[in-house]
């Protein structure tokens, strides 16, 4: 069976400042040291087949360290980019909410339906990941398959995998979800 480690990429400074990422190149907070130190711990024998990788610098840092460490090398795969979040991107979440309460709100309940100004839909990131998804599944029958990325695009990707709705993907804030998710979807999924 095959199975996927969505492994979030490590927190920057922008995430602990509580500010909107999206498709910004930030680096690795020092906090990132320890999520990392964890991962790497996560396989326990067990063989990984690939790492993948979204293109920003974070997730890159973070396929680095993890690659290092397990002797493996990773692809970097821009169809894992992080969602455009368009004008949005750095400002404080706190922010966006106050200036614009009605929107931030249906954001959260509802992502699909609010484009950020300047941004990207939530359904176009999401026919990335299908189209990336499709591309693993014909590749690898069985095995661990480890992607890195940094939310939202992680959540979508679990959201993906798992059939499940498309609420709550966005993290609010220094909100952050498992640095790690194991998912075993079936291989008809997407």
């Known amino acids: 069976m095959l199975q ?85 991107q750095g400002l404080l979440f706190e922010e966006v909410k106050h200036k614009q309460p009605k929107v931030f709100r249906q954001w959260q309940e509802h992502p699909e339906t609010i484009c950020p100004p300047e941004g990207e839909m939530l359904q176009a990131a999401r026919e990335r990941i299908e189209h990336f998804l499709s591309k693993i599944y014909k590749k690898y029958k069985s095995g661990v398959v480890v992607v890195v990325v940094p939310d939202p695009v992680a959540a979508l990707l679990v959201s993906v995998l798992r059939q499940t709705q498309l609420k709550d993907i966005f993290p609010t804030g220094t909100d952050r979800g498992e640095s790690i998710q194991i998912i075993s979807p079936a291989l008809t999924n997407v």
């Open 4 to 88: 996927f480690w969505i492994v979030r990429a490590g927190t920057t400074e922008f995430e602990r400042q509580g500010r909107v990422l999206g498709t910004l190149d930030v680096p690795l907070h020092s906090d990132a040291d320890q999520e990392i130190e964890e991962i790497i711990r996560h396989p326990n024998g067990q063989p990984i087949d690939a790492v993948y990788t979204s293109p920003g610098q974070s997730s890159i840092e973070t396929a680095e360290r993890l690659c290092e460490a397990w002797g493996l090398r990773y692809k970097l795969v821009e169809l894992l980019q992080n969602i455009d979040l368009g004008l949005w």
